[in-house]
């Protein structure tokens, strides 16, 4: 049931709400084939983002794709939990490492999420910044990545939601906003430093394409 739940939310409501309403231009992406999983890396500067993301994806894959987010947010009472797991298909951890408890340590908990046979949406950023401004990256991606180097890498940019929804404001207002996509890529089993520089330089350019330099005449 779940499967028609989110297929319907967000194909249905979501993405035309998102683009009539709100003014999100959505990218035209590339996906691994059907079957394969993915990691789709994005900045975050809004709640926005993870609905824009879940409504580009393609909705057969709807309910094998898990939003990573922070379970002292949307964990904070069983009813919320379980609505944005429900509605969402959350992945919830927690922000810090864990090694002590490796079943809650949140890189193992993403981890087994792949070996159970979900994709992920991972925000680096850990957590919303200010609007189109991005904050350093955290590792955890990378270790996952270098974790299960068979796993596609999608990396992926927004532009205008911080404005539509700015972090700590509830109210969601019309702002030309546009979500845009890399290719899916392989990552190997590089070094930590390395798939961050990538990642980094992959951000970059998806920001260009929003953003062009404009030359001097």
């Not at 009472?77 to 969402?88: A, G, H, P, R």
């Not at 046979?117 to 270098?146: C, D, M, N, W």
């Not at 939601?161 to 190997?188: N, Y």
């Amino acid at each position: 049931m779940q499967k028609y739940v989110l297929r319907f939310t967000y194909k249905w409501a979501l993405r035309p709400f998102l683009r009539l309403f709100v003014g999100v231009n959505f990218d035209a992406p590339e996906f691994p084939p059907a079957g394969e999983i993915f990691i789709v890396a994005a900045n975050h500067n809004s709640h926005l983002d993870t609905m824009t993301i879940m409504a580009s994806l393609p909705r057969s894959v709807l309910h094998k794709v898990r939003p990573v987010a922070a379970a002292d947010h949307f964990g904070k009472t069983k009813t919320k939990e379980k609505l944005v797991n429900y509605f969402v298909n959350t992945l919830l951890i927690q922000r810090k490492r864990d090694k002590d408890n490796p079943e809650n340590d949140p890189i193992n908990r993403m981890i087994k999420a792949i070996d159970d046979g979900y994709s992920l949406v991972l925000f680096p950023e850990g957590t919303r910044g200010e609007p189109e401004v991005r904050q350093p990256l955290k590792p955890g991606i990378a270790h996952v990545l270098r974790a299960r180097p068979h796993v596609h890498y999608i990396p992926a940019y927004m532009s205008g939601m911080g404005k539509a929804m700015p972090k700590d404001d509830s109210l969601i207002v019309p702002h030309t906003s546009r979500i845009v996509f890399g290719k899916p890529q392989l990552v190997g089993q590089h070094e930590i430093e390395h798939i961050m520089e990538r990642i980094e330089s992959d951000f970059e350019s998806l920001k260009a394409r929003i953003n062009p330099v404009k030359k001097t005449p």
